[in-house]
């Protein structure tokens, strides 16, 4: 039987989550659907999740690798997206598809040997390409299940249905059961997730594969859905953006920044799928990702969600609803 905030029995689990990104918010949303009362500790601060366009892209990469989970990941996003427009808060997205342009010959043969039967996927003629396509690619996939989302709009609906209570703070130390703020206050709860991403990583001053990246906005989509090949250009919720995570790995977060000659190295990617002419830049956004997936309890009793690298709006949710359905079930037992 759970223990509650007052050291109480309690029939209604509390669970305290650490970060409310994209896998605090889909833990919080799916603890709660199991019927825990939750408490976010978010900063707001430097969150990957606030990407003002995400792709929802199974096929990653210039090898074609699917993760596991990957068709389930990306329908269930969509039936969160869906569960946010029912309850009315509106996510800017796209489900028309995802194209993946394809270098060359060997290339393509790399993304076959990865593509498994149960992900709808086919090869685009040259006639049937979408005419934003730059010429020179050799071959092209098309994914009608993909797509793009606000990340930010995403993240926010879903702590917003999750009904969570969101504490705005810096959490300084946590173990099983309880998380310190930077005030020195004390939560108690009867489990504790941790979800803080790249910076919370950081902050915790743990090792890691850090990875910065950039998106620039644009006053228009400059293609009606996403493409992607080295760097990413996809619709948003006002105009469209460019943008990939691509800066050199890091052992520790840093402030993302956009050094000069990785604006270069974009321009580049960008110009290799779509003529970009005619298209104004209205701003930067620039976030850092955390890859090495991590999503169970650890020895220290405290659960964990991170490392999502750049699929967290394919994975997050499927693996948050793992996560939440075993710390639930455990404080059940
Ligand atoms: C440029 C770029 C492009 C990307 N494009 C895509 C894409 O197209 N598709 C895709 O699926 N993914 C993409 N990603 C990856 C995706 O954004 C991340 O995988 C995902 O957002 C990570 O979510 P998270 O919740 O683990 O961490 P975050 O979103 O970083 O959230 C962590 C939160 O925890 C808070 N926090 C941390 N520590 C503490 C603490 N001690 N106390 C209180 N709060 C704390 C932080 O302030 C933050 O709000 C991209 C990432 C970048 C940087």
Known sequence: MPVGRAGSVSSQPHVLVVGGGVAGASVAYFAGQRGARVTVVDTGLHAASQVPSALVNPVRGQSGQVAAGAVEGLRLTWALVDALGEAGVEVPHGRGGVLRPVPDDRTRQKFERNLPAALPHRWLSV???????????????????????????????????????????????????????????????DAVVWCGGSVGAGWAGEGGTHRAGTLLTLDRAVTEVPFSFGAYLAPAGTGGVLGATFEAPTPTWKEPALPLPSLRWLLGKADA???????????????????????????????????L??????????????????????LRV
Not at 156 to 174: D, M, Q
Not at 178 to 189: E, Q, W
Not at 280 to 295: I, K, M
């Open 127 to 189: 006639q049937e390409r979408p005419p934003e396509l730059a010429v020179g690619w050799a071959h092209a996939l098309w994914l009608p299940e993909g797509g793009w989302l606000d990340g930010a709009a995403f993240t926010a609906g879903l702590l917003k249905l999750s009904g969570a209570e969101v504490v705005r703070a810096r959490a300084t130390a946590w173990d099983a059961r309880t998380v310190t703020l930077d005030s020195g206050k004390l939560l108690r709860g």
């Open 273 to 307: 799928l779509t003529d970009l002419s005619g298209n104004r830049v209205t701003g930067r956004w620039s976030g850092s990702r955390l890859a090495g997936l991590t999503a169970g309890r650890g020895a220290d009793g405290v659960w964990r969600l991170a490392g």
């Open 309 to 330: 690298g750049s699929k967290g709006f394919l994975l997050g949710p499927l693996h948050a609803r793992h996560v939440a359905g075993d710390v639930v079930a455990a």
